[in-house]
């Protein structure tokens, strides 16, 4: 592809100028200007600092959608290389900057060969994925959806060889709730337990009791997570603490089974809390829904990249417990979340995603963009 030097390019530039969710600002301007450049009509500070750009064919046919995530991590950078991060502790940890340069390429190639397109091509360039609400919820509410027939996504995925491509009908990524337990107790000397109500030791039962929610509550046959990420309590080895505080996460693939353990989570807490007469405050924070592609859009996508790569380089992925706010779009409108690899291990590029040292092999940016050029006309061609 004669635009992988400008992809490279871009991607440098923005990776070593990271924004943090809600503050792409300069990443937003880099590339609306662009865009504008390219001739498509743009809308900047849609949902904060996202952009809609349209690319018209000026013939009547579906409207496809692509979009690219723009935000960073607030993650020391740790790489030696000419691109790493300027900024400190912001880096670019899981590929945003490369989405961005994979999209302005896209853009620029259908927008030199339009005459191609039956219908419109609108790219999404959203702020905010890294951290909820997110940035795709307020993009949608200003309009970044209207009209919109099908949309793609990829995500540069380095547990994969460079050149992979993976998906997933139905669900694929989970639910990422999170929740704050804090017990109140009652403290005293350590030596005098009768007169306290132990933080600690209603906190250690509550650990143990809620990994029963998925051992012995959700139906074994969905996959589900509940984990307890933090632990705080006490202060001296013979004071019994007052208080504990607790945080934790629950991965969910389905909405009734995410609702069940929000609700076990809940009942749990209360009714251990009340026998040992401590009262609690509970935070249980919905994060972003399961991620479910459109069965038919991500058979035909896996089908088109074994065409375009190999059909032993197109597969199916696991189902994978992290979450992507993609899972918005794909509420509203159908669509497919793809995976390209980007790890290399001959180059050293093996460090996963949110690590210090994360980098992607950026020949990957090529099969990325080449596949949603393609599932772009293809979708227009056969539904035009």
Excluded at 136 to 156: C, F, K, Q
Excluded at 196 to 219: F, P
Aim: hydrophobic residues 40%.
């Amino acid at each position: 592809m004669e635009l992988y030097p400008d992809m490279v390019a871009w991607r440098r530039h923005l990776h070593k100028h990271p924004e943090l969710s809600y503050q792409e600002r300069a990443t937003s301007q880099f590339a609306a200007d662009r865009l504008e450049a390219f001739g498509l009509e743009v809308r900047r500070n849609v949902g904060g600092h996202g952009i809609v750009a349209r690319l018209r064919s000026g013939r009547p046919g579906p409207v496809v959608a692509l979009r690219a995530d723009m935000d960073a991590l607030p993650i020391q950078d740790e790489k030696e290389c000419e691109y790493a991060s300027a900024v400190p502790g912001v880096m670019h940890a899981c590929g945003h900057d490369a989405h961005t340069a994979v999209l302005l390429a896209v853009a620029k190639l259908l927008a030199a060969s339009k005459e191609e397109l039956i219908g419109d091509v609108v790219f999404l360039f959203q702020p905010a994925e890294e951290t909820t609400p997110g940035g795709a919820m307020p993009m949608i509410r200003d309009g970044a959806l209207e009209g919109v027939h099908v949309i793609y996504g990829v995500h540069l995925w380095s547990p994969l060889p460079t050149g992979e491509v993976r998906s997933l009908p139905g669900p694929m990524m989970a639910a990422a709730d999170e929740f704050t337990i804090e017990i109140v107790g009652k403290g005293g000397h350590g030596g005098l337990p009768h007169e306290t109500v132990d933080a600690i030791a209603i906190g250690s039962q509550l650990v143990v009791a809620l990994q029963t929610i998925v051992s012995r509550n959700v139906d074994p046959t969905q996959a589900a997570v509940v984990s307890v990420g933090s632990f705080h309590a006490g202060s001296s080895f013979n004071v019994i603490a007052d208080r504990c505080v607790m945080t934790g996460t629950v991965r969910t693939f389905r909405e009734e089974v995410r609702e069940l353990i929000k609700g076990r989570l809940q009942a749990i807490v209360s009714q251990t809390c009340a026998m040992h007469g401590a009262s609690f405050r509970l935070d249980y924070k919905q994060g972003y829904p399961p991620l479910v592609n459109d069965e038919r859009e991500t058979e035909r996508a896996l089908r088109l990249a074994g065409r375009l790569f190999g059909e032993e380089r197109a597969d199916r992925t696991p189902l994978i417990m992290a979450a992507e706010d993609f899972a918005y779009y794909l509420n509203k409108v159908p669509g497919c979340f793809l995976l390209v690899g980007a790890g290399n291990q001959e180059r050293s590029i093996t460090a996963p995603h949110h690590h210090p040292r994360f980098d992607i092999d950026e020949e990957a940016m090529l099969t990325a963009a080449r596949l949603l050029a393609e599932l772009c006309l293809e979708y227009q061609h056969r539904r035009g």
